[in-house]
């Protein structure tokens, strides 16, 4: 099982683009915060942010050579970071959502040497939050984003569940 994880601001035009087509597509973005399309301009610039910012990382992932899906960490800090992930709305394969959090366990818990992992999901998104579970994470709490419900989810190191 080789995964690797490509960092946004080392990616390739070519392969900024795929990011953006998977994140515009309607399967993925109906799970983000911001549902709006997002430009060419605003993704590249964003991608370009990433590398004067600490509190952030993004990663394509790639397991065996193919393009999987991404991770994300936002508002890292000493303590805590919190994740997210999408999976290639193309590939239509089994495993897929249990190989990027393989990739977000380990780069918490390994790298950014984390605390708590901290995940947030739609209630609605039954799938995601079922994967989490599976990883250990455990509701904390909910709140409202966009006129939805939105379960808090932690994971403390030592309560991982491998």
């Given at each position: 099982?080789?995964?690797?994880?490509?960092?946004?601001?080392?990616?390739?035009?070519?392969?900024?683009?795929?990011?953006?087509?998977?994140?515009?597509?309607?399967?993925?973005?109906?799970y983000m915060y911001?549902?709006?399309?997002?430009?060419?301009?605003?993704?590249?610039?964003?991608?370009?942010?990433?590398?004067?910012?600490?509190?952030?990382?993004?990663?394509?992932?790639?397991?065996?050579?193919?393009?999987?899906?991404?991770?994300?960490?936002?508002?890292?800090?000493?303590?805590?970071?919190?994740?997210?992930?999408?999976?290639?709305?193309?590939?239509?394969?089994?495993?897929?959502?249990?190989?990027?959090?393989?990739?977000?366990?380990?780069?918490a818990f390994k790298?950014?040497?984390?605390?708590?992992?901290?995940?947030?999901?739609?209630?609605?998104?039954?799938?995601?939050?079922?994967?989490?579970?599976?990883?250990?994470?455990?509701?904390?709490?909910r709140k409202m984003?966009?006129?939805?419900?939105?379960?808090?989810?932690?994971?403390?190191?030592?309560?991982?569940?491998?």
């Amino acid at each position: 099982m080789r995964l690797l994880l490509c960092n946004f601001t080392t990616l390739s035009k070519v392969q900024k683009q795929m990011i953006l087509a998977w994140r515009n597509h309607e399967e993925v973005r109906a799970y983000m915060y911001n549902e709006n399309a997002i430009s060419e301009a605003e993704h590249f610039s964003f991608i370009e942010s990433l590398k004067t910012r600490k509190d952030r990382r993004y990663f394509l992932v790639q397991h065996e050579g193919v393009d999987i899906g991404v991770i994300d960490f936002n508002d890292i800090s000493n303590e805590s970071a919190v994740m997210g992930l999408y999976a290639n709305p193309t590939l239509h394969q089994k495993g897929v959502g249990s190989l990027l959090m393989d990739a977000i366990v380990a780069y918490a818990f390994k790298t950014l040497n984390v605390h708590t992992l901290k995940a947030e999901v739609f209630e609605s998104n039954t799938k995601a939050k079922t994967l989490y579970e599976k990883f250990g994470f455990c509701e904390k709490g909910r709140k409202m984003v966009n006129e939805k419900e939105v379960i808090c989810m932690e994971l403390s190191h030592e309560h991982r569940s491998f």
